[in-house]
């Protein structure tokens, strides 16, 4: 069984080419802060989701296998 990833528990496949398409980077970064109950992380991904934080998703989702932690608000 693939391992799971951080995008709703998705494998991790899935999940970085989730991450590598920005719309959906941006729809699931902000979704799953907000279902983490992170609801200023959800609204700065909201915000600024298709600049630098849609980068430094996809660097740690390549690199760790998990989203940017340093938003963790």
Same mark, same amino acid.
């Given at each position: 069984?693939? @391992? @799971?990833?951080? #995008?709703?528990?998705?494998? #991790?496949?899935?999940?970085?080419?989730?991450?590598?398409?920005p719309f959906t980077s941006w729809v699931c970064g902000f979704v799953t802060r907000f279902m983490e109950g992170k609801i200023v992380a959800g609204l700065i991904r909201l915000i600024f989701g298709f600049t630098i934080v849609w980068i430094?998703?996809?660097?740690?989702?390549?690199? @760790? @296998?998990?989203?940017c932690r340093i938003i963790n608000l």
């Open positions: 069984m693939a @391992k @799971k990833s951080d #995008y709703f528990g998705l494998p #991790y496949i899935v999940s970085v080419i989730l991450a590598i398409i430094l998703d996809l660097i740690f989702m390549i690199l @760790k @296998k998990s989203i």
